[in-house]
Nanobody, 124 residues
Framework: VQLQASGGGLVQPGGSLRLSCAAS????????MGWFRQAPGLEREFVAG????????YYAEPVKGRFTIARVNAKNTVYLQMYSLKPEDTAVYFC??????????????????WGQGTQVTVSS
């Protein structure tokens, strides 16, 4: 599986961005998909996840109510819509795919494939 993340950029506090992750290769529709982020000097952390059919989502506490994860299996794509962005959301954002899981995982070792990351910078 190859994952290609895009959509990052520079945005002012309170602004919005939508990240996309396009998948190719192994059956995307069977995967649990997650978004993670990593700020300089910090460990990679879970942001949001979605089950294979898109019916169940899970969010890290800092982004609840501001971020929305969704997937379109027909397009082999998962999205992360981000609203009300804060400077502390600044990080490189990664999408990841996991196979064989019963539900959404929040730990990096649970994911099998990773995209290359896209930079999100929230600053005035």
């Amino acid at each position: 599986v190859q994952l290609q993340a895009s959509g990052g950029g520079l945005v002012q506090p309170g602004g919005s961005l939508r990240l996309s992750c396009a998948a190719s290769g192994r059956s995307f529709s069977r995967s649990v998909m997650g978004w993670f982020r990593q700020a300089p000097g910090l460990e990679r952390e879970f942001v949001a996840g979605v089950t294979w059919n898109g019916r169940t989502t899970y969010y890290a506490e800092p982004v609840k109510g501001r971020f929305t994860i969704a997937r379109v299996n027909a397009k082999n794509t998962v999205y992360l819509q981000m609203y009300s962005l804060k400077p502390e959301d600044t990080a490189v954002y990664f999408c990841a795919a996991a196979f064989g899981l019963p539900g959404i995982a929040t730990m990096t070792p649970d994911y099998d494939y990773w995209g290359q990351g896209t930079q999100v910078t929230v600053s005035s």
